[in-house]
Each structure stands twice: as structure tokens, then as C-alpha cells.
């Protein structure tokens, strides 16, 4: 199993929709993870942090299964500039130092 | 703000030679990192810093060193350069909140 993974999509959805994506994780002894958001031709940005059994910022809920090791992230009401990829952050199991999923596409839609 | 700041922005080189980029922090950071982001493969830890001429490698190490006199400056050399090493190569600082990423290089090796 990959330390983490996540689904490419593509995801395209109209504007207003809620989307949802997961990350599975193979350590179980991960504490803390991350949602990064990336823009094309940019450099990734932090958009969420879930420290326990999760966290909520306005439109955007990320929530933390420790029993599934998985963390999702849930995006509602989609505006056009939520269009980007979704990269899943888990800590690696020694040093200063993360494990970045491949990144999950998202296309919001007029 | 991090203040990381990489340089160059774009480089085009030929196969066979040395290439150095430069990775600049403002506020005085003790971990750095350098990472390659390709397609398919997210982001991969090339190698990383802990301090002044503190450094390790990460899981794509082979044909790049790294040096790091100053706690300032992470320099990343690719030793002589191969198209395999045609990417983005992103700079990256942690925090308690996670990592701030530098604006990233856009090498192509011809």
C-alpha cells in the first residue's frame, strides 16, 4: 500500500455543487495531516489542517477516520475558483518531514 | 509570509551540465526542503536541511547534492544534468502549520 493516496480524478462539477474527496494513509500512527491546494503553475498552499476528528473553514470541512485511515475533504457550495488540484498531506513516520499524494483534480463548472 | 524566495524562475539546460538552484528564506527557518513535482508522481522529497551544513537525502536523491552555509540559502545542484531531471522543483519551509513552498523553478534539460 502507497503511504497515501488519493483519487486523480478528474472532478468537474457545476458551480453550487458539493464535492468530496479522499486520501487513504498506511501509517496509523500519523497525527496530523494536511490539505493543500495547488493552482496551475503554481506552488501548493496550505488550505486545512485536521488535527483530530476534523476541522471546518467556511465552504470547506476536512474531516479524519483514524479507524479507516483515510481523510476526506468536502467542498460545498463550489465556486468557479475552487478549480484546482487538491494535494493530501501525511506526516512520514520520522524526521521533519510529509508525504504528498499524486493531487486530485477539480473543475468547477458555469 | 515565509518569505521563501527561488531562483531562477525558468531555466533551459543541456544534457551534461551543472545546474544550481537557489532557494532563499527571510526569517531565519531551520528546516528546509527541495522537492520535484512531476506529473503522476506528486511531490518528491530530493533532499533536505536542519540547520547550517546540516543536510540528508530524501527518496530521489541520486544526481543532485545540496548545500546549505547559510540558514538562509538551500542551494541545489544537479551535478550534471540528465533529461530525467526536466521538472518543477519547489523549495519548501516547515512550520507548526505545515509547509510554505517557494514559487518553484521550471527546468527543462535538453
Known amino acids: 500500500r502507497k503511504e497515501v493516496e488519493q483519487d486523480p480524478g478528474p472532478f468537474n462539477v457545476p458551480e453550487g455543487a458539493t464535492v468530496a474527496f479522499n486520501c487513504t494513509y498506511s501509517?496509523?500512527?500519523?497525527?496530523?495531516f494536511f490539505w493543500y491546494r495547488q493552482d496551475c503553475r503554481k506552488e501548493p498552499k496550505l488550505l486545512m489542517s485536521?488535527?483530530?476528528s476534523g476541522n471546518e473553514d467556511g465552504r470547506f470541512t476536512a474531516q479524519l477516520n483514524r479507524a479507516s485511515q483515510y481523510i476526506s475533504l468536502l467542498i460545498r457550495d463550489s465556486k468557479l475558483s475552487d478549480s484546482a488540484t487538491y494535494l493530501c498531506?501525511?506526516?512520514?513516520?520520522?524526521?521533519?518531514?510529509?508525504?504528498f499524494g499524486t493531487g486530485t483534480s477539480l473543475t468547477v463548472i458555469p | 509570509d515565509a518569505g521563501i524566495t527561488q531562483s531562477p524562475r525558468h531555466k533551459v539546460t543541456e544534457t551534461g551540465t551543472p545546474v544550481t538552484l537557489r532557494c532563499h528564506q527571510t526569517?531565519?527557518?531551520?528546516?528546509m526542503y527541495w522537492y520535484r513535482q512531476d506529473p503522476g508522481h506528486g511531490l518528491r522529497l530530493i533532499h533536505y536541511s536542519y540547520g547550517v551544513k546540516d543536510t540528508d537525502k530524501g527518496e530521489v536523491s541520486d544526481g543532485y547534492s545540496v548545500s546549505r552555509s547559510k540558514t538562509e540559502d538551500f542551494l541545489l545542484t544537479l551535478e550534471s544534468a540528465t533529461s530525467s531531471q526536466t521538472s518543477v522543483y519547489f523549495c519548501?519551509?516547515?512550520?507548526?502549520?505545515?509547509?510554505?513552498f517557494g514559487s518553484g523553478t521550471r527546468l527543462t534539460v535538453v
Open positions: 526569517e531565519n527557518h531551520r528546516y
Open positions: 485536521v488535527y483530530s
Open positions: 501509517n496509523s500512527a500519523s497525527q496530523s
Open positions: 519548501a519551509i516547515s512550520e507548526s502549520s505545515g509547509y510554505t
Open positions: 498531506v501525511v506526516p512520514r513516520p520520522t524526521g521533519n518531514q510529509f508525504y
